[in-house]
Every structure is written in structure tokens, then in C-alpha cells.
């Protein structure tokens, strides 16, 4: 652990976390397409954190084998990815250390340990990837995963500069973290959401449903409330694909 945070350390205060483009080339095709059925991708304002926690906690009580990669962390780097399994991480990083040389790339301190969680769940054949974005959408180097499961936790303005300037805006780029199509008759994404009444988006002839999306002041008393329901109508969700 020592070397991953060595490692680390030396990524603090970059911030070329602009390598999108360049991450695919890090997994194979199997890999892209297992992070694409098994990435639990969770994206919005505020409760993600506490809402990967708690599907990370259901999901172990099912006896699943969860890695669950989430940001920012209070004390420690290691906060930022929880597992049950054994994983040699300083393994991992001379890995992504190697892949930035051969591609002439610097990645950023995000990058780096979203790579580092990416390829310590493949490598430990685990059950399911929870994976909290960043700023979080389109641009966001999440967005790698193509998740074909997405849980909304709510919508407010933030990083407007990038995301937009009203709310509509910045969940036209939240929701689309996800380009995936599960389900060829319905032409839907699976996405877990709260808040208001339905409505419909449409974006690069796909269409999604928003079940209810919260904005606005409402969102800042409910944000605890529906935090389980979140998780637990994620986990109905999952268990009814099977």
C-alpha cells in the first residue's frame, strides 16, 4: 500500500483529469463489456456517497462480492475504495503507472484511483462495481463504465461552467453517464430515481424514462429520507433481471 501511496501522493494538486478519450484503451473489450453489465453508476448533486454505502451494505448482506468506489475521502485515499476482498493495490498501480508511459499520458488524481478500482474489481471477479461519479455525467471519467444500471440521486446546480446553467441542463449531463441500451425492445436505461412527476427525455434517438427527479429546495429534506428507498428499489431492480 505503501508504493499506490507514493503513487498518489505525487498526482495531489494536478488536474488533468481530461484523459476520457484515452482510458478505454486501459481495458480489453471483455472488460469494458463486464464494467458495463456489473458498474453500479451513481450520479448527482448530493447523496451519493451515503447512497453507494447503503446499496455497498445490502448488496454484502446478499452475500456479494461489492467493490465500491466513491469520492472525496476525509482522512485517508483508502476511503475512497471499499472491499471485503484482498486486493494487492500496489500491484494495481504499477499497472496504471505503466499505461500512462506507454500512452504518454498524465493522468489525474481521480483517474488514477477510478482505474485503480476499475481493474481491482475485474481482476477479483467480484459481483458488482459501485461506482459514485465525480462531477459527473457526460465528461466524467466514470462515464468509462457505460453502466447499464444508473441510480439518480437528485439534480442541483453545480459546476455550472460545465454542466449547465438550469437544472434541466445539468441532468441532460447526469443522466447520460450511461450511452447503454439493456433492454432492446424498451430502447430504456435501467435508472433508480426520486422526486417529482415523469417525465420524458429524449437524446441521440434513445428514449429514457425519468421516473421522478427532485429539484430545487424540495430535494435538501428528502435527500436523507430516500436515500434506503434508493438503494433498496436498486437491489429489487437487479435481483429482478436475474
Do not use: W
Amino acid at each position: 500500500m505503501k508504493e499506490l501511496e507514493e503513487y498518489l501522493n505525487s498526482k495531489i494538486g494536478l488536474t488533468n483529469n481530461k484523459n476520457l478519450e484515452a482510458l478505454h484503451r486501459f481495458f480489453t473489450k471483455d472488460q469494458l463489456e463486464n464494467l458495463m453489465d456489473k458498474t453500479i453508476a451513481i450520479v448527482g448533486t448530493n447523496g451519493k456517497t451515503s447512497t453507494a454505502n447503503f446499496i455497498y451494505n445490502l448488496l454484502g448482506k446478499e452475500e456479494k462480492q461489492v467493490l465500491m468506489f466513491t469520492s472525496p475521502h476525509l482522512v485517508n485515499f483508502q476511503e475512497r475504495i471499499q472491499s471485503h476482498s484482498n486486493i494487492n493495490f500496489d500491484y494495481i498501480s504499477r499497472i496504471v503507472h505503466d499505461f500512462e508511459i506507454e500512452n504518454n499520458i498524465t493522468l489525474g488524481y481521480f483517474e488514477t484511483l477510478f482505474l485503480i478500482a476499475a481493474k481491482a474489481f475485474l481482476d477479483n471477479e467480484m459481483d458488482y462495481f459501485i461506482c459514485e461519479a465525480g462531477i459527473g455525467g457526460v465528461l466524467d471519467t466514470t462515464s468509462i463504465t457505460q453502466s447499464k444500471n444508473v441510480v439518480l440521486t437528485n439534480i442541483g446546480r453545480d459546476h455550472q461552467e460545465l454542466l449547465g446553467n438550469t437544472d434541466l441542463e445539468v441532468l441532460d449531463q447526469k443522466i447520460f453517464v450511461s450511452d447503454s441500451n439493456p433492454s432492446k425492445k424498451s430502447n430504456e436505461v435501467q435508472i433508480t430515481k426520486i422526486g417529482l412527476s415523469s417525465k420524458k427525455i429524449y437524446k441521440k434517438g434513445k428514449k429514457i424514462s425519468v421516473i421522478k427527479c427532485m429539484f430545487g429546495k424540495k430535494r435538501r429534506n428528502t435527500i436523507q429520507n430516500s436515500t434506503v428507498n434508493k438503494a433498496l428499489r436498486l437491489i429489487h431492480n437487479l435481483e429482478s433481471k436475474k
